[in-house]
């Protein structure tokens, strides 16, 4: 079988069971297997009715990556993790020394962006941003893809730039690959989740919440069919509320990456986009 129709096949098979309606669980059966938020290996779903809001800490990494957000918000950001016991906190790479002081000795962990929002920069320089992050206290690199090079069909260029990123980590940190889904087809993230996976990434992650679009269940179903369930999927973009959370969960991410962390874990409704 080529790689054409091994994707056709991914693709179809993701799709079929999409359509096909939900089976009824009996009262009180556990959920779905998803995946733990750390590791990826499986763990429960929840009940029938869903977890408790609040059972939904240990996948969130909070996030705040907006551009013009001030010192004051990753205070709260912060104080917002330790409180809900959020897995990690997730900023641009500059403020991962003041949230890693902020958390020291707390459990919640910094995860750094690299090569943010775009991803067109040089190999060399995401190592570089990533080995600084690691400096100043990072514990887990989510670096953007080369769509470009992704759409121009250079996959060795794609895997060569994630290699160089996990270089970087010299093996030892979670690292996760943000594809920008929004912006690719259904053949080009079943490639990218492929390139990913041979590139020994830990994780694959839907968007940046910059590009578009944002997580949806069929990109979540689709990238955790594709790699398997030894990687971590993280769902990031539009992610503002509990239910939406739940339903991206029994899809098959591991993490959830969202601005609305504190709205998922108390059941509320949320503006924040990303």
């Known amino acids: 079988m080529d790689r054409n129709q091994l994707i056709e096949r991914v693709v179809a098979e993701v ?3 999409l359509s096909a309606p939900a089976p009824r669980p009996a009262p009180g059966a556990p959920g779905a ?6 590791s990826g290996s499986s763990t429960a779903g929840g009940a029938a009715s869903g977890p408790a809001p609040s059972d939904l800490a240990r996948y969130i990494d909070h996030t705040m990556l907006r551009p013009e957000a001030p010192t004051t918000a990753f205070d709260k950001l912060c104080q917002e993790a330790i409180a809900h016991h959020f897995f990690a906190v997730c900023v641009n790479s500059c403020r991962v ?13 910094v995860a750094s962006v690299v090569g943010f929002p775009l991803g067109a920069m040089t190999s060399r320089a995401k190592a570089f941003e990533t080995r600084e992050a690691l400096s100043d206290g990072a514990s887990e690199i989510d670096m953007v893809i080369n769509v470009g090079l992704l759409k121009s069909g250079d996959y060795h260029g794609v895997e060569e730039d994630i ?10 940190t979670i ?7 929004a912006l690719l087809s259904q053949e ?9 996976k041979k590139a020994e990434a830990d994780f694959v992650k839907t968007c940046t919440g910059f590009g578009g679009g944002g997580a949806t269940v069929e990109d979540i179903a689709l990238m955790r069919r594709t790699v398997g369930e030894r990687m971590g999927v993280k769902a990031s973009g539009g ?36």
Request: aromatic share 4%; with cysteine; glycine share 12%.
């Open 15 to 17: 799709m079929a069971r």
């Open 33 to 38: 297997a998803g995946a733990t938020a750390a």
């Open 97 to 109: 020394a003041y949230c890693a002081r902020k958390l020291q000795g707390t459990g919640v962990k």
């Open 163 to 172: 290699r160089a990123v996990r270089r970087a980590t010299r093996g030892t």
């Open 175 to 181: 690292l996760k690959v943000i594809l920008e889904t």
């Open 188 to 196: 080009e993230k079943v490639i990218a989740c492929e390139i990913a």
């Open 239 to 274: 992610i503002r509320n509990y239910k939406g959370a739940v339903a991206l969960i029994a899809a098959g991410a591991t993490r959830i990456g969202a601005q609305a962390g504190v709205a998922i874990v108390t059941g509320a409704e949320s503006g924040a986009a990303y």
